[in-house]
């Protein structure tokens, strides 16, 4: 995608508006219309994600990792049963807050503290293909990931895995809500440095109420999971865990997901706008 210039030639008009008349009477040729959405958002996902490959493999590799050895670390504590379907699921959808709240809200942190907001800002792209696109391409490094968690944890606690397939849903739909969330940080943040730590807290709130099991949780700490987006994910794939799944309460928990995602998605568009414009 080519870049175009910020400010409009001499004798011509932002795009969409029409000619304006030279000093000489002359009439200017308007610009370029603006790109569609659907276009402008495969286009950024491509940069994105060629951009992103070499940096962020080894970093899925480390939040891969690092949710096994939870795993591993929990199965000298627990058993079985609920509290182990809990511990798999959590640490599965942590892959996806590791790489779509943690690391985006550092890059787009990063990316307005360094003024590379000012290059897409002069691209003729919407702001929301911008941030989706973002967001879909760090979302991506996630699935397999998030398949290999899933497979050793079920390993590790003699889970079955004939509904494992659940994962195809969770990654995008809590991967949307919490690469909504780590966007909004990166962009919201005064500074780079609190936009890292922003996203270091949201991740240690997935981890400790997303994976750590919730029959001896305290109240307050119950309400302030029903808060975090990704806990509904976790509950999605700890329900199909069980002989005969309740597809409903499975459906029910992946439509939260969706619905925070598209809230979570056009709070970063507008926070994507408001730090371009500064």
């Known amino acids: 995608m080519s870049a175009v210039s910020a400010e409009a030639a001499p004798g011509r008009t932002r795009a969409g508006g029409r000619s304006r008349p030279r000093p000489d009477g002359a009439s200017a ?4 219309p ?4 659907l276009p402008s958002l495969a286009a950024v996902y491509r940069a994105q994600l060629s951009r992103a490959r070499v940096a962020r493999i080894p970093l899925l590799f480390v939040a891969t990792f690092q949710s096994v050895g939870i795993m591993i670390m929990m199965r000298g504590v627990v058993d079985g049963g609920d509290d182990a379907r809990f511990v798999v699921a959590g640490s599965s959808v942590l892959v996806v807050a590791f790489v779509a709240l943690n690391l985006l ?3 787009f942190g990063q990316l307005r503290a360094s003024g590379g907001l000012d290059h897409y800002a002069t691209l003729p792209v919407p702001p929301a293909a911008v941030v989706l696109g973002a967001a879909a391409a760090y979302a991506s490094f996630t699935v ?3 398949a290999v968690t899933a497979v050793v944890g079920s390993l590790l606690f003699k889970l079955p895995l004939g509904h494992l397939w659940i994962i195809a849903a969770v990654v995008p739909l809590a991967g949307a809500a919490l690469a909504g969330l780590g966007a909004a940080l990166g962009l919201l943040a005064p500074r780079q440095e609190l936009a890292t730590l922003c996203g270091q807290l949201g991740m240690s709130a997935a981890l400790l109420l997303g994976v750590l099991p919730t029959t ?3 109240t307050l700490v119950l309400w302030a999971r029903d808060l975090l987006p990704s806990t509904y994910g976790v509950e999605a794939m700890a329900r199909t865990f069980d002989a005969r799944p309740d597809w409903a309460a ?5 439509g939260v997901c969706a619905a925070v995602g598209v809230v979570s998605l056009a709070a970063a568009t507008w926070a994507y706008r408001r730090a371009a414009v500064r």
Do not use: F
């Not at 040729?29 to 370029?32: E, H, I, K, T």
């Not at 499975?250 to 992946?254: E, F, I, K, N």
């Open 29 to 32: 040729a308007p610009l370029a």
């Open 34 to 37: 603006r790109a569609r959405l």
């Open 105 to 107: 809200a550092q890059y």
């Open 144 to 146: 397999p990931g998030t």
């Open 216 to 218: 001896h949780m305290p």
């Open 250 to 254: 499975v459906a029910a928990d992946l």
